[in-house]
Nanobody, 123 residues
C-alpha cells in the first residue's frame, strides 16, 4: 500500500502561483512513477502532469505546458507541482497518483490516489 497526501492548494488570483506537494508513505517511493490529475465541477478527471520514478522524464498536458512544472525529491518521498500563470480554468481539485509504470499513471489507471487538494483561481 502507498498512502498519498496532497497539500498546498488554496485561493489565488489569476496570474498567480501555487506549489502543490504530495507526500508518500508505505512503500519505496523511488520505485513509483507519479502523476497529478485534476477534476473541475461537472467535468471528468484529467491528466495534468507525470514524472518517472527516477525523475528523469516528465510529461504534461498541453493545457499546462510552459506554466506548470512537476518535480520529485525521492529523499523526502515527495512530488511537487509548481503552478505559475494560473488561470480561472485551472480551478479544480488536484489529485496525485502513484503506480509502477509512467504510462499507467499518465492514463489515469494508477493504483494509488490521494484525497485531493482544492485550487481556486479567481479572475
Amino acid at each position: 500500500q502507498v498512502q498519498l497526501v496532497e497539500s498546498g492548494g488554496g485561493l489565488v488570483q489569476a496570474g498567480g502561483s501555487l506549489r502543490l506537494s504530495c507526500a508518500a508513505s508505505g512503500r519505496t517511493f523511488s520505485n513509483y512513477a507519479m502523476g497529478w490529475f485534476r477534476q473541475a465541477p461537472g467535468k471528468e478527471r484529467e491528466f495534468v502532469a507525470g514524472i518517472s520514478s527516477s525523475g528523469g522524464q516528465t510529461y504534461y498536458a498541453d493545457s499546462v505546458k510552459g506554466r506548470f512544472t512537476m518535480s520529485r525529491d525521492n529523499a523526502k518521498n515527495t512530488v511537487y507541482l509548481q503552478m505559475n500563470s494560473l488561470k480561472p480554468e485551472d480551478t479544480a481539485v488536484y489529485y496525485c497518483a502513484a503506480d509502477f509504470g509512467s504510462r499507467t499513471v499518465i492514463t489515469g489507471k494508477a493504483d494509488y490516489w490521494g484525497q485531493g487538494t482544492q485550487v481556486t483561481v479567481s479572475s
